[in-house]
């Protein structure tokens, strides 16, 4: 298993531009989520999602847009990046929500400038 | 705002002493823990977790303690390494009967292991 794969792992944008940051895992978890990693502060909540076709708002999701057309995928949109949006993003999936080990992929570093 | 925190931002020990992590919990209403390290450019990596019917769980080199009368719960590190090096998070699971919450994480403790 490759586990939770996301790409790309850094990236830099300008004001106003947007993109995808792509997630993959191959475990078959259903749950999967978003979290924006600050420096000296602990991760927040982005988006998740319990399965395809069903996502919901986390702690932040102010920005970012997330769908879920299939189990393995979990794309997380930037509609129009600004600077606040610079940190590191971690994907992460896990069989159940909540109460389950959640897996986390490697990250992408993100600057906005 | 955050509901777990850890009282230490640093810690550092001697290589080959036991290492003790705090965190502390607000939400009395959580009913699962979780301890996660994060080295330098990695994703955060599950250590050991611990579920609110429990005080006490052991691992490999590793135990959580859990006080729910105080809400604290504390990650030991026995015999620590150069590997050990490492940001640890806990995290704590809100009780939502069920529901698709993510987990909550404190801010983090770093723990420098001195030769």
């Known amino acids: 298993n490759a586990g939770v794969t996301q790409t790309p792992k850094f990236q830099v944008l300008k004001t106003g531009q947007s993109m995808t940051l792509q997630c993959a895992q191959d475990m078959n978890h259903e749950y999967m989520s978003w979290y924006r990693q600050d420096p000296g502060m602990g991760l927040r909540l982005i988006h998740y999602s319990v399965g395809a076709g069903i996502t919901d708002q986390g702690e932040v999701p102010n920005g970012y847009n997330v769908s879920r057309s299939t189990t393995e995928d979990f794309p997380l949109r930037l509609l129009s990046a600004a600077p606040s949006q610079t940190s590191v993003y971690f994907c992460?999936?896990?069989?159940?929500?909540?109460?389950?080990?959640?897996?986390f992929g490697p990250g992408t570093r993100l600057t906005v400038t | 705002g955050e509901s777990v925190g850890l009282h230490l931002p640093t810690l550092s020990v001697q290589e080959g002493d036991n290492s003790i992590i705090n965190c502390a919990y607000s939400?009395?209403?959580?009913?699962?823990f979780i301890w996660y390290k994060q080295e330098s450019g990695k994703g955060p990596q599950f250590i050991i977790d611990?579920?609110?019917?429990?005080d006490k769980r052991q691992g490999q080199r590793v135990t959580v303690l859990l006080n729910k009368t105080v809400k604290h719960l504390s990650l030991q590190i026995a015999a620590t390494q150069p590997g050990d090096s490492a940001v640890y998070f806990c995290a704590e699971s809100p009780y939502s009967g069920g529901g698709a919450d993510g987990l909550t994480f404190g801010k983090g403790t770093h723990l420098i292991i001195q030769p």
């Open positions: 992460a999936s896990s069989y159940s929500p909540g109460r389950y080990e959640q897996y």
């Open positions: 939400n009395s209403a959580s009913d699962y």
């Open positions: 611990i579920r609110s019917n429990m």
